[in-house]
Nanobody
Framework: QLQLVESGGGLVQPGGSLRLSCAASGFTLNYYAIGWFRQAPGKEREGISCINSGSSRTNYADSVKGRFTISRDNAKNTVYLQMNSLKPEDTAVYYC??????????????????WGQGTQVTVSS
């Protein structure tokens, strides 16, 4: 069974940090581009970051640029999202997704074939 599993979410105070992980089972992430998306209650899903298969391309939404960093460790079949300087408006369920065109990096959701179940991030004092 092909699965993506996110972990690392939780409750953090404003200004704090979290690192999310996206691990694959049943397939290798090496050839896929990976995107991170989030959805807050009552809002549409937002693409926030992506990385291509060779880590040569990354992209970030303006809302997280300079605060979030995406990376991948293909040996561990895992992609990470380091989130610093978190704000209450970052509160959302965070999802990772895999796109079969490994060379691309795009933060719109069309074309992403595999999705994880999400991990909750809550930023609150």
């Amino acid at each position: 069974q092909l699965q993506l599993v996110e972990s690392g979410g939780g409750l953090v105070q404003p200004g704090g940090s979290l690192r999310l992980s996206c691990a694959a089972s049943g397939f290798t992430l090496n050839y896929y581009a990976i995107g991170w998306f989030r959805q807050a209650p009552g809002k549409e899903r937002e693409g926030i970051s992506c990385i291509n298969s060779g880590s040569s391309r990354t992209n970030y939404a303006d809302s997280v640029k300079g605060r979030f960093t995406i990376s991948r460790d293909n040996a561990k079949n895992t992609v990470y999202l380091q989130m610093n300087s978190l704000k209450p408006e970052d509160t959302a369920v965070y999802y990772c997704a895999a796109h079969p065109w490994g060379s691309i990096c795009k933060i719109e959701s069309r074309g992403y074939d595999y999705w994880g179940q999400g991990t909750q991030v809550t930023v609150s004092s």
